[in-house]
């Protein structure tokens, strides 16, 4: 006899499915939370939004004119772990250079991101190939840049010598972290612009035995390391050389940089420089102000001529100290001209009529001057300065120069033309001013380098900065979001689920 079944009661059969599909829901409500967890980290850079408040994706001109220059693909691996200080501002930097390169219609840049806690069969193999973690890896064809985090950051060593020089490129000061100042645009713009260059790195034949500053120093005011690394990211390879005994300066000298010279040449020393710019040298001079050389009267035959006098400006930082702000029309000053060079006591520089005749003369260009205020300094050792008509020489000065010869020579003749930049002093370049972000020595220096070596792709500086609005969790916000996935929710629908029964009930 078939049992009756009281109106509200749940049959057995139907009790045993209720807790079956019970448990089952709880089930796929746990499995379908840790998957929306799992989810969500994976997706971090898609559901992260950063809004731009100020042109913050934007790229300097140096960069947009390495990027046109660039066919084909680059892929870019970003190895480093999304949780890293400086993940989203190099996720940022390389959707800007990603969006850079379609604006201009040159390189088309890949960006994959291998995060070392999820990606590793990835993370093992790029550590297998001696790749570190926290770089950026640039490959195109067969060829293959590395950028570490060490490269897009200046070293705190520079940044502690900086503090105590007053600059605001500290940890704690404007435009600076707790990591140091991050230059992410510089060293991803020489990474693509090195592997359109051939496989070989160019020679930067660093000149010693006249007194010139060392390429090796590390002091942290005075030395010159950080530009020689900042040429070694530009793809150059920088070589010592001594002239005494040697031929002819060597072949594969992609420019040869005089930094700083303080004694004199010998004539044999001369004439292998001379012999050098005739047959298409490339070479860059950085004067010590009142140091007789002898390399004068080869710049004079070129069109710049060496003044004795010592640049002043009203425009100073320090009072002892030049700010230059008016650029040339040059390819090398292209994109600079809403900057500052910072100068100690640079030597003032003119054009002159070469002694080169002929069509074909050197095209002198004069790079950076003062206002129409600056003016040379025939007696710069006395303070105040004040400008005398009688012996000083009315402004406005040039603190740098170019001169070059063979340009207008037709594209598919075979012949280098010689190029020649001498800029007023050396000490612009050492390590406490290049710390700074509040100037553009470095930019304008490795724009003429680049110049000079053959890569017209002027420059400016990267201004960077934070005003963007990012919008999504941190891993305070991960930690919630796990939690109310995990608990949160089943709790809730158990909670209505109470609601309900009791509501029948009564």
């Given at each position: 006899m078939k049992k009756e079944i009281k109106r509200g009661e749940i049959p057995a059969s139907g009790r045993k499915a209720l807790r079956i599909t019970t448990v089952l829901s709880v089930v796929f409500g746990v499995v379908f939370s840790f998957l929306f967890v799992v989810l969500a980290f994976r997706l971090n850079e898609v559901l992260t939004w950063e809004i731009p408040v100020?042109?913050?994706?934007?790229?300097?001109?140096?960069?947009?004119?390495?990027?046109?220059?660039?066919?084909?693909?680059?892929?870019v691996t970003c190895f480093m772990d999304r949780r890293h200080l400086m993940f989203r501002p190099i996720s940022r930097l390389l959707r800007g250079l990603r969006h850079a390169a379609r604006t201009v219609a040159g390189a088309e840049i890949q960006i994959d991101y291998v995060d070392p806690r999820w990606d590793l069969p990835r993370a093992t193999r790029l550590a297998g190939q001696g790749i570190p973690e926290n770089a950026l890896v640039f490959s195109r064809q067969r060829r293959r840049v590395?950028?570490?985090?060490?490269?897009?950051?200046?070293?705190?060593?520079?940044?502690?010598?900086?503090?105590?020089?007053?600059?605001?490129?500290?940890?704690?000061?404007?435009?600076?972290?707790?990591?140091?100042v991050f230059r992410?645009?510089?060293?991803?713009?020489?990474?693509?612009?090195?592997?359109?260059?051939?496989?070989?790195?160019?020679?930067?034949?660093w000149l010693q035995g006249h007194g010139e500053a060392p390429f090796g120093d590390y002091n942290e005011r005075t030395g010159f390391s950080d530009i020689t690394r900042e040429l070694v990211r530009g793809g150059f390879e920088v070589k010592p050389l001594l002239l005494p005994g040697k031929k002819e300066i060597p072949s594969d000298c992609g420019v040869l940089?005089?930094?700083?010279?303080?004694?004199?040449?010998?004539?044999?020393?001369?004439?292998?420089?001379e012999v050098f710019l005739r047959r298409g040298g490339r070479m860059l001079c950085l004067l010590t102000p009142g140091a007789g050389t002898g390399l004068e009267g080869i710049f004079e035959q070129?069109?710049?001529?060496?003044?004795?006098?010592i640049g002043v400006s009203p425009a100073t930082l320090t009072g002892r100290d030049v700010v230059a702000t008016?650029?040339?029309?040059?390819?090398?000053?292209?994109?600079?001209?809403?900057?500052?060079?910072?100068?100690?006591a640079p030597a003032c520089l003119q054009a002159v009529e070469s002694a080169?005749?002929?069509?074909?003369?050197?095209?002198?260009?004069?790079?950076?001057?003062?206002?129409?205020?600056?003016w040379g300094e025939s007696t710069p050792a006395g303070v105040p300065r004040t400008f005398d008509p009688a012996a000083d020489l009315a402004g406005p000065v040039a603190f740098a120069a170019v001169s070059e010869q063979g340009a207008n020579v037709a594209k598919d003749v075979v012949f280098r033309p010689t190029r020649l930049c001498v800029i007023g002093e050396s000490d612009f370049l050492t390590n406490g001013l290049l710390a700074s972000r509040a100037n553009a020595n470095r930019d304008f220096f490795m724009n003429a380098v680049?110049?000079?070596?053959?890569?017209?792709?002027?420059?400016?500086?990267?201004?960077?900065?934070d005003a963007v609005l990012v919008t999504g969790l941190t891993r305070k916000g991960w930690i919630g979001l796990m939690a109310a996935a995990a608990a949160g929710l089943p709790a809730l629908v158990f909670l209505l689920f109470l609601a309900v029964a009791l509501k029948r009930r009564g």
């Open positions: 100020n042109r913050v994706l934007r790229v300097s001109e140096r960069t947009r004119g390495v990027l046109a220059e660039t066919q084909g693909t680059i892929r590395v950028v570490t985090l060490d490269d897009m950051l200046t070293p705190k060593s520079v940044l502690r010598a900086a503090e105590r020089n007053g600059s605001d490129a500290t940890p704690s000061g404007r435009g600076g972290n707790i990591l140091g992410g645009e510089t060293a991803c713009a020489a990474a693509i612009a090195r592997l359109s260059l051939p496989a070989e790195r160019m020679a930067a034949y940089l005089i930094v700083g010279a303080r004694n004199s040449f010998a004539k044999e020393e001369l004439r292998l420089l070129w069109g710049i001529r060496v003044t004795p006098y008016v650029f040339g029309d040059h390819v090398i000053s292209r994109g600079l001209a809403s900057s500052s060079v910072i100068f100690g080169s005749g002929g069509e074909d003369r050197p095209k002198v260009s004069l790079l950076l001057q003062t206002g129409a205020d600056g680049s110049w000079i070596a053959g890569i017209d792709t002027g420059s400016a500086p990267s201004l960077g900065g």
